[in-house]
């Protein structure tokens, strides 16, 4: 069985429709819109090459209009962690002498005792942020530190 060029175009983009399922990101199907001109490019009977830079081109600009969409709408991600500190955690189960896990925004995290703090207190206030470890101490941190 011989497949049209057309055909196999849209079989293309119908796979990486598919495929998108599986990411969810999107630009799947953004190169799955160019895959659809290049099947409306070979439905007028142009040349194959003609078809595949055609295709090529729309599907990078539908790559690059969805980045800068996204880019646009989704929130910039936390540079820093100041607004941590000073905010009040509870201790769920110590794991050690210095490490602990902590409850904080309604989930657990891992916590370290900060030099000098004691430990076995229930309740720390954050005084850092090392990546995803929370720095405690049983005093709060003075204002205007971070």
């Known amino acids: 069985m011989q497949f049209s060029h057309a ?10 429709a598919g495929l998108e399922m599986f990411t969810g990101t999107f630009f799947l199907l953004a190169i799955a819109s160019g895959m659809l001109v290049g099947a409306v490019m070979a439905w007028f009977g142009t040349p194959v090459p003609v078809q595949m830079l055609v295709a090529a081109l729309a599907g990078i600009s539908s790559v690059v209009v969805l980045h800068h969409w996204r880019k646009r709408r989704l ?70 530190e971070s």
């Not at 055909?7 to 990486?16: D, F, G, N, Q």
């Not at 925004?105 to 900060?114: N, P």
Request: charged share 15%; net charge positive; aromatic share 8%.
């Open 75 to 144: 929130p910039p991600p936390e540079v820093n962690a100041a607004m941590e500190i000073g905010q009040q955690v509870r201790v769920v189960e110590w794991k050690g002498v210095t490490l602990a896990r902590v409850q904080y925004r309604g989930t657990q995290w891992d916590g370290e005792l900060a030099a000098g703090a004691r430990h076995g207190q229930e309740n720390y206030f954050i005084v850092a942020v090392r990546g995803t470890v929370l720095i405690l101490h049983h005093n709060p941190p003075p204002r205007g």
């Open 7 to 16: 055909t196999i175009w849209l079989l293309t983009a119908l796979l990486l």
